[in-house]
């Protein structure tokens, strides 16, 4: 089967209809393929975006491929598909589509001398490249009431949910009106994990070229937001990829009435799937999920490397970020909201 593949950048536009059409209607495709990411990752970060697609014998799209280009002298030069979320990669319609974009972009990447390419896989490639597969994706099947999924929980759960309630808490879930209480959140819990912090003109962005997938969900104590999330709906699959809470106030357990909104609101929205996001397993965060009655579902990432080359460690784990993570956690909010933003545009 014949397949064509084509290269467009982010000053262009033409494609955007087909290649939203083809998402909507491939299987295998996330929300993180379409094409508004272009436009949100370039004001926000200012990287270069190239989506691939094939294009087979009758003219019509066969598969797609994003890829960001990140270049720093910290991190390196990389290409990855696509950073700050976890889904992306290829999503073709066949292996001879895969294939052609996958040839592609070990050519896109060898122009711009790339250190190497990034695929965040559902499914693993077989094609001899490394690959990890630390990560999985913690997945819980929602059922048609929010009743009946309250129901299946055990009581140890409901207890804890309940808690926060007694204790006064309260939650809101909205649009851009709840984006200051959910980054001041958000910034707080990232400052004291040691990351930086994405700035909030991220998730504006996200908001107004999303408006009807995304959402905030804020819980309150006193009228003051001490737990929040941020939502991405697409398809039949509810994510929640940004959740923090204030460790001061965690013996009330706001996390827990937190997702229990979210999931909540999945319920009532006709989502079939709750996406906990991604986790080590054996981990807090897997054990956490793992509560809610979450399945982990295994997360192939996928690396093309030059000759030479080892695969790139930009994570917490690695040794040589340990001084420059406990020097984060003891700066001033404030300061890591106008710094963070700098340091993490580079860390995918």
């Known amino acids: 089967m014949i397949q064509d593949v084509f290269v467009m950048t982010e000053e262009e536009n033409a494609c955007d209809d087909e290649l939203d059409d083809y998402v909507q209607r491939s299987r295998e495709a996330t929300v993180y393929h379409r094409s508004r ?26 598969g797609i491929l994003p890829l960001v280009h990140l270049k720093s002298h910290l991190f ?82 409901r207890s804890q949910v309940t808690k926060p309630q007694k204790e006064g808490m309260t939650f809101r879930i909205g649009k851009g009106e709840e ?47 001490v737990a929040s999330g941020f939502l991405i709906g697409f398809k039949e699959r509810m994510e929640i990829p940004w959740a923090s809470s204030l460790k001061k106030h965690n013996r009330m357990s706001p996390n827990m009435l937190l997702y229990w909104c979210c999931m909540k609101f999945a319920c009532e929205q006709g989502y079939g799937i709750f996406d906990f996001g991604r986790s080590t397993p054996g981990e807090g965060t897997y054990r956490f999920k793992e509560q809610w009655g979450a ?50 545009k580079n860390i995918p």
């Open 179 to 225: 984006l200051e209480g959910f980054y001041d959140v958000f910034a707080t819990n990232m400052r004291d994990l040691g990351t930086p912090v994405y700035p909030m003109r991220f998730f504006r962005c996200i908001l107004e070229a999303f408006p009807e997938n995304s959402w905030i969900c804020n819980v309150f104590l006193a009228g003051i937001p």
């Open 295 to 344: 399945k982990p579902v295994q997360m192939y990432w996928n690396y093309w490397l030059p000759e030479g080359k080892k695969l790139p460690e930009i994570n917490p784990r690695n040794e040589k970020y340990h001084l420059a993570i406990r020097c984060w956690k003891r700066l001033p909010v404030a300061l890591t909201k106008q710094i963070g933003p700098w340091i993490i």
């Open 37 to 62: 990411w272009r436009k949100v990752i370039k004001e926000c970060f200012g990287h270069d975006s190239y989506y691939l697609f094939s294009r087979n014998a009758e003219g019509r799209i066969s």
């Open 76 to 157: 390196g030069n990389m290409l990855v598909s696509v950073p700050y979320f976890n889904y992306g990669g290829v999503c073709a319609d066949n292996g001879s589509a895969q294939a052609r974009l996958i040839d592609e972009a070990e050519r896109v990447a060898q122009e711009r001398h790339a250190h190497h390419i990034e695929f965040r896989q559902e499914k693993p490639f077989h094609n001899g490249y490394a690959v990890k597969t630390t990560k999985v994706s913690m997945r819980v099947d929602l059922p048609s009431s929010s009743n009946d999924l309250w129901k299946s929980f055990p009581s140890k759960l």
